[in-house]
Every structure is written in C-alpha cells, then in structure tokens.
C-alpha cells in the first residue's frame, strides 16, 4: 500500500493568514495618525446639533470614553462653525482635547475657513462643496465647460487647502456615491470611475498647492459600489505614485442586525484586503452603539486587540454540557481580561484541536467534568461545578489576572 512521507520541511503556502496592510502616509489629526502603519483608527460622528454647546460636549466626551479616536460634528452655518472654538474650549476643561473632524458641504468655503481655525480635520465632499445646479435640458458638458468649472472649484478650494496646509491640519476628501456633480455623472455615470475622478481632481488641486495631509473616502450604501470605488481607487492611486490613507465606510447602513451585517461586508471585505486605515460604521442608531461594531470587524480581522477573544463551538449532540450558559458564565467573569483568548468547547472530539490558538481552554471531556487547557496542554480535570473558579485560579497562577 502505497504511503505518504511526512514533509521534512514547512510547506509554504501562497494563501497567508496574514494581512498585509497597504502603505500609506501618516496623517496626523490631533494626537492620532492615521495610515504610517499606525492601527486602524475608529470614528464616529454625533448627532446633536452644534449649536447646543453643552449637548455637543457630553456627547463627544461619550464616543471618546468608549474608545472612539475621531470625533466628527456638522457644520451647516457659519454659527455652527463659531460655536465649534467653544466646544473645544469646553472640552479641555471639563474633559481633554478630543480630535474632532468638521463635516463642511454646500458652496462652504467661508464656512470652512472658519472652522478650519478650530477643528483638526475638515471634510469636504466634492459633488457639494462647489455646487453645480443641476440643468434638465443638459445633454452634455463641452471639455470648456468642463475646465471651466474645475478651474472655480480649484479658487474656491485653494485658500482651505492653504489655511490648512500652514496650520498643519488634516482634509478628508470625502465622495459620496449619491452626491456625485452633475458634470462627473455626465462623463462617467453613476460609476465608481465617476466617484474616483472626483477625489482625484480635489487631490491634483492639494499637491499642486503642496498639500498632502489628505484622507479620501469613496462611500456608497451598496456593498458592490463600495467596494468597487475603493478598490480602483487604489490602483489609481498606485498608477500614480499616491500613498493616502483611506476611510472607510458603508453610507446610509441603516439600522439593526443588518445594517451591522452591511457594514462588516464592506469594511471587512477591504480590510482583509489590506485596505482601509480609518473606519466608520454608519447606523440609524445612536452613535454609541457603532463603537463596538468597529472594534469587533478589526478584532475578528486581528488588526486590534480590544477585547477577549473567545473560541466556542456551536454545540451538538457530543456537548456534555450547556454550553451557551457555560459561555456565559465564563464570559462574565473573564470580560475584562484584553488580550487573552480563551476556547469553550462542548467535547473532547475537536476541542484540543480547534482551540490550539487559544491561551486557555475548557473542555467538556467526560460527563460532570471539565479538562482545563494552557494551550495545547491539558493542566488539570475539574467538577464541572468548580470549572469557572477554577480557569480563574488558572490565569491567576500564570499572573495574567487583573481584578475587574
């Protein structure tokens, strides 16, 4: 019978678990970077109006402590943009400086210049921030007309760009697909080559004003367009010796499961990828809720670290014991251990093998007990009673515990 010879060497395989993030230039925004190889940063955005300075404080400060770098607030008027000096100035007294981002749109020049004095970062989105007025009886646009406009986009943006270039500050270019200028609709379509011609024409206008601290995004609320901009946007970018950061996001996810779902698809999809360097989850929900969306998409990635990573099977007729519930009470008293990994598995047929990755394991081995795992290593059998008490004596003998 003919034998197979165990390898003497690793095979190597084509297919890497590793991601390998593309290489972008560092853009500072407030004390965060983003891109350079730093983490993947997470954003967030509120939803009280600007205005209402007291509400905007609470509600920044909120999104920080839960982990959210990057603060973004709207900016309609020229009174929002005013009011943004005393948000600031609020938030270092009764808090600490937070990076905040000012989402500045229609025709906002006098508007940006102002906050530009107050934020770290101001988004403009292209389709918007010179806005052409859609004509019903435009067929075409003549390459004058064409030029035309892009030389009055280029006066308008100009004095931003240098107000923020000489302030060291950040500019996010941000497409939407749904906001695409009327002149890119009629020379691309409602294409994501219409969405990356108009960053790059706002990116030509920056460098040729020597100003590169620049984020682009390229937002859609379909999945397949998302991707598909984001995609050719970086070999456009490549074609053309670019290295800027991207932002990521799915627009308008909507809510519940399945706006989380949509979401993960998009900003997953890149991330495995290797593309993407800051990320947003955009829920019909309060701006809380989308912290812990963006931490799980880069833990489950393992492109950060923030919280316990737990390996669990799904359970079937081989479970020798309640594994949910087991779960559960080893969740509960393990949560607050970031870093660790720790396997749960229902039966000795593919825990050990299944949870090799893990730092501890417990097993259900034989009925009423539990097998105790330091990796690949059995340590010690416990009543299934004493199981929890004892993974904790465990991780306490290793000195890895913390009190909660």
């Known amino acids: 019978m003919q034998t197979l010879q ?26 965060i970077t983003i891109g350079g190889g730093f983490p993947v940063v997470v954003q967030s955005m509120i939803n009280e109006d600007t205005l ?13 402590e839960m982990g959210c770098e990057i603060v973004r607030v709207t900016v309609p008027s020229m009174a ?3 009011a943004l000096a005393t948000i600031k100035e609020k938030l270092a007294q009764v808090y600490q400086p937070v990076p905040l981002v000012a989402d500045v749109h229609h025709n906002g020049l006098k508007i940006a210049l102002e906050v530009a004095k107050h934020v770290d970062k101001v988004r403009i989105n292209p389709g918007l921030y010179v806005f052409e007025k859609p004509s019903p009886t435009r067929s075409e ?10 030389e009055k986009i280029r006066q308008t943006l100009e004095p931003l760009v240098i107000s923020l270039r000489d302030q060291g500050k950040a500019m996010r270019i941000g497409v939407n697909h749904g906001s695409l200028a009327e002149r890119m609709l009629f020379t691309y379509g409602d294409t994501p080559e219409g969405m990356v011609e108009s960053a790059l024409e706002f990116i030509r206008i920056c ?33 053309l010796g670019m290295d800027y950061p ?9 809510d519940g499961e399945y706006g989380r779902i949509k979401s993960t698809a998009g900003i997953g999809t890149l991330l495995a990828e290797g593309i993407g360097d800051t990320i947003r989850v955009s829920l019909t929900e309060a701006p809380e809720k989308e912290i812990p969306v963006c931490y799980s998409i880069l833990q ?21 014991f309640n594994l949910e519930e087991v779960l559960h009470k080893v969740r509960e008293a393990t949560k607050h251990l970031t870093g660790l990994d720790i396997a749960v598995m229902g039966c000795i047929v593919n825990g050990p093998g299944e949870m090799a990755d893990a ?15 330091r990796g690949r290593e059995e340590i010690k059998k416990v009543p299934e009673d004493q199981g929890v008490t004892e993974l904790i004596n465990l991780i306490k003998a290793d000195d890895r515990w913390i009190d909660p």
């Open 207 to 239: 460098e040729s004003l020597d100003f590169y601290n620049l984020v682009i995004s390229l937002k859609a609320s379909r999945v397949p367009v998302m991707l598909a901009a984001y995609r050719l946007m970086v070999k456009r970018m490549d074609e």
């Open 359 to 373: 730092d501890y394991g417990y097993v259900g081995k034989q009925a009423g007990y539990i097998s105790l795992y």
């Open 6 to 31: 165990t390898p003497q060497t690793p095979v190597v395989s084509e297919f890497d678990t590793t991601i390998h993030r593309r290489q972008t230039r560092p853009v500072k925004v407030g004390d």
């Open 52 to 64: 209402d300075i007291e509400g905007s404080v609470s509600a920044i400060r909120r999104l920080h």
């Open 80 to 82: 929002h943009a005013k």
């Open 300 to 320: 489950a990635l393992g492109l950060r670290k923030t919280m316990v990573e737990y390996v669990a099977c799904p359970s079937c007729g081989r479970t020798l």
């Open 246 to 254: 991207l932002h990521l996001g799915v627009t308008e996810a909507g």
């Open 141 to 150: 646009y003549t390459q004058a007309e064409f030029e035309e406009i892009g």
